[in-house]
């Protein structure tokens, strides 16, 4: 039960998060901006 | 045009998720170039970089997990390049310094993984450099099965896998798990056909030759650096037997780590214009239909259900009432993962709403 709410879940959060990378990456004024970041994400927070 | 515009997108969701996956498939069957490892033992020198940031609570068990890694300890230099920590992982690495003789510690100021990157890199003086993140722990023998990969010179780097763990230690199976395990089998389908389009931060080799340093705003850099060695005309290879351990994280904690990456996928095509170029670039169908692709699935699925409201008999009702039955299991996953409104970490307050 949980993994058929799960499911649906992440790939709709996945979706959005590709939708709001957009928006953040053209809503900067400039690209400097977009770099500063959260140390605990940069560092051991990422799997690519 | 509503039906034009229906399949249209249906097709572009169906081959990124499908098609692309079906393809690989059949490619990795029909045409897989294996690793050509070499025949007897390679041993060459490593030098393990962590790049770490306020990681007082994590740092001594990784060292400790770095040097009890299967290999001869003249032979391997473990790196630890501090980021300006203001949590006391300083003291941490010093204590290892004086404890492992195998140990350099460099430090900067807070500059970015990227830039930890490079100064780790800067100190190494291992033939082959190893990254990983300071969370994750990695098996003993994970560093051999890598360099075996890398013995084939063909292969510039090899990454190894990240074994997301439920609470009972065992392999995540429900949402984001689940979602892992699809990104892994298509990363693995990628490394037997050419090349994976990038690798796990937590666990990863290069050879020394291609190391270039990173800008110091680089996001990803565990794409950047394994597509410069694609593109500098090495392979990527996705070693399994190369495994690291790390806890499975909630959806809405993996929505910034996503976001974050998303972000650095835009960063990549700015920085690395050569990937939108087919003779460039070596894994090209790869990099479209995996990365781009996903970065258009969004727009896709929004147009697929505008066009099925306006579509509404026969099959098109059906696949209307299938849609909406999906979202309505998001909805519930929704509710059931509780979302807490933290704000979104990859950004700068303000400048992004949730």
Not at chain 2, 138 to 165: H, I, K, M, N, Q
Not at chain 2, 207 to 216: A, G, I, K, Q, T
Not at chain 2, 291 to 317: E, H, M, Q, T, W
Request: aromatic share 10%; hydrophobic share 45%.
């Amino acid at each position: 039960m949980k993994r058929l709410l799960f499911l649906p879940y992440t790939f709709v959060l996945m979706n959005w998060a590709a939708m709001k990378a957009l928006y953040c990456f053209l809503g900067r004024r400039s690209l400097d901006s977009l770099w500063s970041e959260s140390p605990a994400v940069a560092h051991g927070g990422r799997r690519s | 045009m509503a039906k034009a515009i229906f399949w249209l997108s249906f097709a572009l969701v169906a081959y990124v998720y499908v098609g692309y996956p079906a393809l690989l498939w059949a490619w990795s069957r029909l045409r897989p170039r294996p690793v050509r490892r070499a025949a007897g033992v390679w041993e060459p020198t490593v030098s393990l970089i962590l790049a770490v940031h306020n990681e007082r609570e994590t740092l001594a068990r990784k060292i400790e997990n770095c040097l009890a890694l299967d290999y001869p300890a003249d032979k391997l230099q473990v790196v630890v390049s501090l980021d300006g920590s203001t949590d006391g992982t300083a003291a941490v690495a010093e204590a290892g310094r004086l404890q492992y003789p195998g140990l350099t510690v460099v430090e900067g100021g807070h500059r970015g993984k990227a830039a930890a990157i490079n100064r780790g890199v800067a100190a190494a003086t291992g033939d082959v450099l190893v990254f990983c993140d300071a969370r994750q722990r990695v098996d003993p023998d994970a560093l051999r099965a890598l360099l075996e990969d890398l013995s084939d010179p063909a292969v510039g780097a090899v990454t190894g896998e990240l074994l997301l763990l439920d609470a009972a230690d065992r392999e995540a199976a429900d949402g984001v798990g689940l979602y892992w395990r699809y990104e892994k089998a298509l990363r693995a389908m990628e490394s037997t056909v050419h090349s994976t389009l990038g690798v796990t931060g937590a666990l990863y080799a290069l050879r020394r030759e291609l190391f270039v340093p990173l800008p110091e705003r680089t996001i990803l850099d565990d794409m950047m650096v394994p597509l410069r060695a694609v593109l500098a005309g090495r392979r990527t290879v996705f070693e399994p037997r190369a495994r690291a351990y790390d806890a499975v994280c909630p959806p809405d904690q993996e929505f910034r780590r996503k976001l974050r990456t998303l972000v650095g996928n835009f960063q990549l095509l700015h920085v690395m214009p050569e990937l939108l170029d087919p003779k460039r670039n070596p894994v090209f169908l790869q990099y479209v239909s995996h990365k781009l692709g996903r970065l258009l699935v969004p727009y896709a699925l929004i147009a697929l259900f505008a066009s099925n409201l306006l579509l509404r008999d026969g099959f098109y009702l059906a696949f209307l009432g299938c849609q909406s039955l999906w979202y309505l299991l998001a909805a519930g996953g929704a509710v059931l993962s509780r979302r807490p409104a933290a704000p979104i970490e990859v950004l700068q307050e303000g400048e992004c709403p949730r």
